[in-house]
């Protein structure tokens, strides 16, 4: 679904982001790890065409996101709060993301009914603006209309961030769902790795702009990254999981 | 303490990112402070002489102790749009061992010496200089003039405790207009009871005690609510309001530009900044009888296309030049979206072109003044139409300057550059130039026919015009989002 190639990003001569090849296959829930300042957020920028690449390209279904807009009409993201409209109710907000998506308000109606749970009563019927609202649940405001109009690509950015556990567990399922279920392509970056690799199926981790690791989520996975971003050297993972093997 | 806080504010003013705009807009301002101290200073001196000429029946200190009253009505409504309340800033020091007293004493006392309450001292302090110039005693002047200065302050401590409350402002306008009804069908001459009052003041110096206690009582009781409201749930908290929603049906029947046409009416009246705008463009219908009422312009003077092209373009000026800066704290998220560009364009021309039309019709009274005037105005309202919308939008594919809609409205500064600056020789100059230069070589009449012509030339061509601002704007689209992002601009 979503092809990288010879993606470099520079910030006058700083390399920020470089990778040589990446593929996205459709329906599959694709995880960005990386310290701070590792490019997750300009690569999602890249996919979203709200930067332009230094060097190569991205394609979205085969569209090249630099050259047309096409890819916007499968795609949906929440990157942060900057994509929530601070003066309009969540209500008017899903809605108007609804019309520009060629949905009309009994589909958002519908679509919205699915996630009563999810919102926890917070969002709709609050009678608030949207800037109002506490940092969790503008987030999960802005994670939901993501989902408005069926979209194929969904990318969100530090989804899990400022949310309560309750909601936390319940954004797994959905996202599971979504991959799983309705063939949805997701990406997701976090800093939470249990998170990510309870949801993903697969995991990159980058670090200062380049692939490190691009594994598929299996049992040791954690452990695998957690040993990774502690700073400790292969031989110590295998130690530890040979001896969790042995009690 | 004071000293600290006072250090803190020093600091904060002079590292705050506002002082880092660009020269040219520092220059502006201070130019049009200095500007509006000179005026007021003038006004001050000349007001005891110019008043004696117009009124030679009755003392000219007496006129304006009769218009007092007005004033100072005038000067809470301005205020209330104007005047920023200094409470936000100090959340930081809420859980510092200070004392919450010396806090509270100290925004209060601050306030005291707000821009707001020199500007009435630039127009009075001269004037009183006139009062002793011309005899009168100066222990009554100087009483007359602590009394207004203690009813300056009074007001400055009532605004704080009507804290931007929409209920009072409308009972003020309400007062106000009922005032000048009274006083025009001659039932109660309120401005002569008040004058008497004020001059008594003057008759009287030792009465300056009783605004001085009207002073403290308001500042008591702004003390006494502020110390109690000095948490954090309380007035520092932002209010929020109950949002207002509504689906807007109607903007249905304009089709796809439908929902951006609904997005750009709630930013307008959700926002303040945007509000007060078009409270603003709607006062400034009155431009114009600055000059229609002066003798020295002819009925065809160029300064009059100036007026005409200012008075129905000032929405289209005011809204116009910070687009898509309005839109520029959810801008990515408009890239990002299944957006046609040209939709939204269309929507904010839309509006300018609705704005141009009710300014029109708004200044059809100027008929008054002669034919010629409902001419001039509607060949700029034309004129505007077709030229001036694309120019502006034209302009504002190179804002790249964030605007935090949540600021406050007036004086606000934040989203101009040089461009804002430039805007206005086209906006402006060409029409004039054209206007001179074919009255000239031409007459009255060709020279706005020509104007309107041109408008009508330009609406009509307004789709493919459009279709290559739209591409501007779709060039421009890195370098915009990457701007708007930048918060401290």
Known sequence: ?247 | MFKNFTGLQWKSFFRSSSLGKSLGIKIFMGFMAVYLAVSLIMSGIGAYFALEKIFPESGPFQIINRFLIYYFCLELFIRYFMQKLPVMDIKPFLILPIKKSSITHYILGRSAVSFYNFLSLFFFLPFCVVLLYKGFPVLNVLGWLMGIIALVLTINYINFLVNKSDRILIAVATIIGAFYALEYFDIVSITEYFGALFYRLYEQPYLVIIPIGLVVLVYWLNYKFLRTKLFLDATLENKTKEAQTSDMAWTRRFGKIAPFLQLDLKLIWRNKRTKTQVFISLAMILYGLIFYTMKDFGPTSPMLVFVGIFMTGIFLMNFGQFIPAWDSEYYSMMMSQNIPLRDYLESKAGLIYVSVVVMFLLSIPYVYFGWEALAINFACALYNLGVNVPVILFFGSMNKKRIDLAKSAMGNMQGASAAQFLVGIPLFGLPMILFVVLSWVGSFQMAISVMALLGILGFALRKPILDNITKIYAKKKYGMIAGFKEKNS
């Open chain 1, 1 to 247: 679904m979503v092809q990288i190639e010879n993606l470099t990003k520079k910030y006058s001569s700083k390399l920020v982001l470089n990778i040589q090849e990446l593929n996205i296959p459709k329906g599959q829930s694709f995880g960005l790890v990386g310290n701070n300042g590792a490019g997750k957020t300009t690569l999602f920028s890249l996919l979203l065409d709200l930067i332009q690449p230094s060097t190569g390209h991205i394609s979205n279904n085969e569209v090249r996101v630099d050259q047309s807009e096409n890819w916007k009409t499968y795609t949906s993201s929440f990157i942060d709060e900057s994509f929530l409209i601070g003066y309009l109710t969540p209500e008017e907000y899903f809605y108007f993301i609804g019309e520009l998506r060629n949905r009309n308000k009994s589909d958002v109606d519908a679509l919205l009914a699915k996630y009563e749970d999810f919102f926890h009563g917070e969002i709709l019927g609050q009678k608030k603006y949207l800037r109002d609202l506490s940092k969790g649940n503008q987030k999960k405001a802005g994670i939901v209309a993501s989902f408005i109009g069926n979209p194929e690509v969904v990318i969100l950015d530090e989804p899990f961030a400022n949310l309560d556990p309750t909601t936390q567990i319940r954004l797994k399922g959905i996202i599971k769902d979504l991959a799983a279920q309705q063939g949805v392509t997701v990406l997701i970056s976090s800093h939470d790795l249990s998170h990510v690799t309870e949801v993903c199926e697969r995991i990159v981790v980058l670090n200062k702009g380049e692939v490190v690791k691009d594994i598929q989520t299996s049992a040791q996975t954690l452990r695998d990254l957690e040993a990774f971003f502690s700073g400790n050297t292969s031989v110590q993972v295998t130690d530890l999981n040979t001896s969790e093997e042995s009690i």
